[in-house]
């Protein structure tokens, strides 16, 4: 799972070994809404990150509605 923080990072929740890194290929994120609001660039951040960086092959992204 991708986890940002409130400065806009972007950090994984878990860290994996090396090798186990390479196994897994399906990511999860979940945004929520009003974030977009203020960081137009999050949801292109956060797709570079899963793929260039973690080397994913599956992205899940939520966009979650304001509570």
């Known amino acids: 799972m991708i986890i940002q923080n409130r400065d806009g990072s972007i ?30 660039s999050l949801i292109d951040r956060i797709i570079s990150f899963a793929f260039d ?6 992205l899940k992204l939520r966009v979650r509605d304001a509570e």
């Not at 960086?53 to 599956?58: D, F, K, S, V, Y």
């Open 53 to 58: 960086t973690l080397g994913a092959r599956q």
């Open 11 to 40: 950090v994984e929740e878990t860290r994996h070994p090396e090798g186990a890194r390479h196994k897994q290929q399906s990511y999860c994120a979940e945004v929520p809404v009003s974030l977009l609001d203020e960081e137009s």
